[in-house]
């Protein structure tokens, strides 16, 4: 291999090494050895979860020592009692944290209470059987939710002043924003909700959306942050979507739902076609906002494992023929990523705003 190339391989090798690493070390922490492809397995799989800090990097110092390097976050209990302390004192699973009259440990991503040993009790299925506390930690997904949120304030707060000052003429990056608000007010809200009501939503559409958009372009840095891959999030997105849609649904919207044939037959004529027709109608108002969650869920978090396995594959094939292949197949996805995560936004903000237009639908 020539020598630059040579010298490219290993650099880019080691520069995902160091961002691999304080993932991959699950392997390590359990003291059990594994082959490469299991070790990539479980990157990817603690890769996709929560943490408790903002791990950067780790390497091994000459006693053979892990050091990790990254920004540590609060840990906040309720076990008996409120228990606070920081991450750093759980050290990636490795040590016990005293507290009060507890003990605590992290295993597989989450934290349970345990004794001064760190016993984790297993059942048949390997699952841990220890006691969970309730966690009311700031993770990095919380992190990254109310960095986002903040950012959004401060973003459109000075959007909406420069509107104020310039005779409603946008500047700086507000100039980049406003086409996109125009769009959803103008090619979203209005043509599924209708003239009448649409602003009564353009709050939630507005905001839903860079919020979704925001979160998942801040997925793709180096930090990791998995925040639109969480279950957890986009049921809470979704719901949100659900009470909207069902508590400002006007009387036609939920006469459609039990009484979808209208005046249209006799009332004994409709009874054998309503038994099949109205629970229909009503499991559509719950399948409407699951469809919601695991869209948005589903997707982003396979752009994640497609990703991260492509990078994967470079540490599996080691040549000069499949790590570039790899490398250039990730920065492919990686490009189509940035499109995803415009795309995930839109279609969440669009269907939304199609329940609405069904909930403020009239006669």
Same mark, same amino acid.
């Given at each position: 291999?020539?020598?630059?190339?040579?010298?490219?391989?290993?650099?880019?090798?080691?520069?995902?090494?160091?961002?691999?690493?304080?993932?991959?070390?699950?392997?390590?922490?359990?003291?059990?050895?594994?082959?490469?492809?299991?070790?990539?397995?479980?990157?990817?799989?603690?890769?996709?979860?929560?943490?408790?800090?903002?791990?950067?990097?780790?390497?091994?110092?000459?006693?053979?020592?892990?050091?990790?390097?990254?920004?540590?976050?609060?840990?906040?209990?309720?076990?008996?009692?409120?228990?606070?302390?920081?991450?750093?004192?759980?050290?990636?699973?490795?040590?016990?944290?005293?507290?009060?009259?507890?003990?605590?440990?992290?295993?597989?991503?989450?934290?349970?209470?345990?004794?001064?040993?760190?016993?984790?009790?297993?059942?048949?299925?390997?699952?841990?059987?220890?006691?969970?506390?309730?966690?009311?930690?700031?993770?990095?997904?919380?992190?990254?939710?109310?960095?986002?949120?903040?950012?959004?304030?401060?973003?459109?707060?000075?959007?909406?002043?420069?509107?104020?000052?310039?005779?409603?003429?946008?500047?700086?990056?507000?100039?980049?924003?406003?086409?996109? %608000?125009?769009?959803?007010?103008?090619?979203?809200?209005?043509?599924?909700?209708?003239?009448?009501?649409?602003?009564?939503?353009?709050?939630?559409?507005?905001?839903?959306?860079?919020?979704?958009?925001?979160?998942?372009?801040?997925?793709?840095?180096?930090?990791?942050?998995? %925040?639109?891959?969480?279950?957890? %999030?986009?049921?809470?997105?979704?719901?949100?979507?659900?009470?909207?849609?069902?508590?400002?649904?006007?009387?036609?919207?939920?006469?459609?739902?039990?009484?979808?044939?209208?005046?249209?037959?006799?009332?004994?004529?409709?009874?054998?076609?309503?038994?099949?027709?109205?629970?229909?109608?009503?499991?559509?108002?719950?399948?409407?906002?699951?469809?919601?969650?695991?869209?948005?869920?589903?997707?982003?978090?396979?752009?994640?494992?497609?990703?991260?396995?492509?990078?994967?594959?470079?540490?599996?094939?080691?040549?000069?023929?499949?790590?570039?292949?790899?490398?250039?197949?990730?920065?492919?996805?990686?490009?189509?990523?940035?499109? %995803?995560?415009?795309?995930?936004?839109?279609?969440?903000?669009?269907?939304?705003?199609?329940?609405?237009?069904?909930?403020?639908?009239?006669?």
């Amino acid at each position: 291999m020539p020598t630059s190339l040579n010298n490219f391989y290993h650099i880019f090798t080691l520069t995902i090494a160091l961002f691999s690493a304080p993932l991959s070390l699950t392997a390590k922490e359990s003291e059990t050895p594994v082959d490469l492809k299991t070790e990539i397995k479980e990157y990817i799989s603690h890769h996709l979860k929560d943490a408790y800090d903002f791990s950067l990097f780790s390497y091994s110092n000459d006693q053979g020592k892990h050091i990790y390097v990254g920004i540590p976050l609060p840990v906040i209990l309720w076990d008996n009692g409120f228990h606070f302390f920081s991450s750093t004192k759980l050290n990636h699973g490795q040590d016990v944290v005293p507290s009060g009259d507890y003990y605590y440990k992290l295993e597989h991503s989450k934290i349970y209470r345990t004794d001064a040993a760190g016993t984790i009790d297993y059942d048949k299925s390997h699952h841990p059987t220890n006691l969970i506390p309730l966690d009311f930690s700031i993770t990095k997904a919380v992190v990254s939710m109310l960095l986002i949120a903040f950012l959004m304030f401060f973003l459109f707060k000075g959007l909406a002043k420069s509107y104020s000052v310039n005779s409603r003429l946008p500047e700086g990056v507000g100039r980049f924003f406003e086409p996109i %608000v125009l769009y959803i007010r103008d090619d979203i809200a209005r043509p599924n909700i209708g003239e009448k009501k649409y602003r009564n939503y353009m709050g939630f559409l507005l905001t839903v959306f860079f919020f979704i958009w925001f979160l998942n372009m801040l997925g793709l840095t180096p930090l990791g942050v998995n %925040v639109t891959g969480n279950i957890a %999030v986009t049921f809470g997105l979704s719901m949100l979507t659900f009470l909207i849609t069902n508590l400002t649904g006007t009387k036609d919207y939920w006469l459609h739902i039990f009484d979808p044939l209208g005046a249209s037959m006799k009332w004994y004529a409709k009874i054998p076609l309503y038994i099949i027709l109205i629970p229909i109608e009503v499991l559509g108002i719950f399948i409407k906002p699951f469809s919601l969650l695991i869209r948005l869920y589903a997707n982003m978090q396979a752009g994640h494992i497609v990703l991260m396995s492509l990078i994967g594959l470079m540490f599996i094939f080691k040549s000069w023929l499949g790590s570039p292949l790899s490398f250039g197949l990730a920065f492919a996805i990686s490009i189509i990523e940035l499109l %995803v995560a415009l795309l995930q936004a839109y279609i969440f903000t669009m269907l939304s705003a199609l329940y609405f237009g069904f909930a403020a639908e009239e006669h």
